[in-house]
């Protein structure tokens, strides 16, 4: 993937405020694919009593984990916005633990570009979340 692909892509989601608020950092990206780790943080528990991260938090990390895979494919658009995401909660994300989220953009149309996403903690065998989705294609002109 060119640099400048890859450039524009970590720019745009870093731009993201509540991609800053909740920590994400680009792990890797390339060619369609991206990985987004987000540490775990108490300000962002759903429940008092278990310590699990809310699912507004993992929706969030999916949701631009996919838009950066949109964004590193070759056919890649100048930006990207979420038309459709649906997401799949396995289980709660164990608490204490960094959520991972790995996406990859498997095609792409002259308007729309498709996703699909896993969310994991440290037990990669067993899911937090899965996604599917559907980004617009918007190219410079």
Same mark, same amino acid.
């Given at each position: 993937?060119?640099?400048?692909?890859?450039?524009?892509?970590?720019?745009?989601?870093?731009?993201?405020?509540?991609?800053?608020?909740?920590?994400?950092?680009?792990?890797?990206?390339?060619?369609?694919?991206?990985?987004?780790?987000?540490?775990?943080?108490?300000?962002?528990?759903?429940?008092?009593?278990?310590?699990?991260?809310?699912?507004?938090?993992?929706?969030?990390?999916?949701?631009?984990?996919?838009?950066?895979? *949109?964004?590193?494919?070759?056919?890649?658009?100048?930006? @990207? =916005?979420?038309? &459709?995401? /649906?997401?799949?909660?396995?289980?709660? $994300?164990?608490?204490?633990?960094?959520?991972?989220?790995?996406?990859?953009?498997?095609? *792409?149309?002259?308007?729309?570009?498709?996703?699909?996403? @896993? =969310?994991?903690? &440290?037990? /990669?065998?067993?899911?937090?979340?899965? $996604?599917?989705?559907?980004?617009?294609?918007?190219?410079?002109?």
């Amino acid at each position: 993937m060119e640099a400048d692909k890859a450039r524009i892509a970590r720019q745009f989601i870093d731009s993201i405020p509540h991609s800053l608020t909740l920590g994400m950092a680009i792990t890797e990206l390339g060619d369609g694919f991206a990985r987004i780790e987000m540490p775990y943080d108490a300000r962002f528990v759903g429940d008092p009593q278990t310590g699990v991260i809310h699912g507004g938090a993992v929706s969030a990390l999916m949701d631009t984990c996919g838009g950066a895979a *949109v964004m590193s494919h070759p056919e890649a658009p100048v930006s @990207t =916005a979420t038309i &459709d995401l /649906r997401i799949d909660y396995m289980r709660g $994300a164990t608490p204490g633990q960094t959520i991972v989220a790995e996406a990859t953009c498997y095609h *792409v149309t002259r308007a729309v570009a498709f996703i699909r996403a @896993t =969310a994991m903690d &440290d037990d /990669r065998d067993r899911p937090v979340a899965t $996604a599917s989705g559907a980004f617009t294609v918007e190219r410079g002109t």
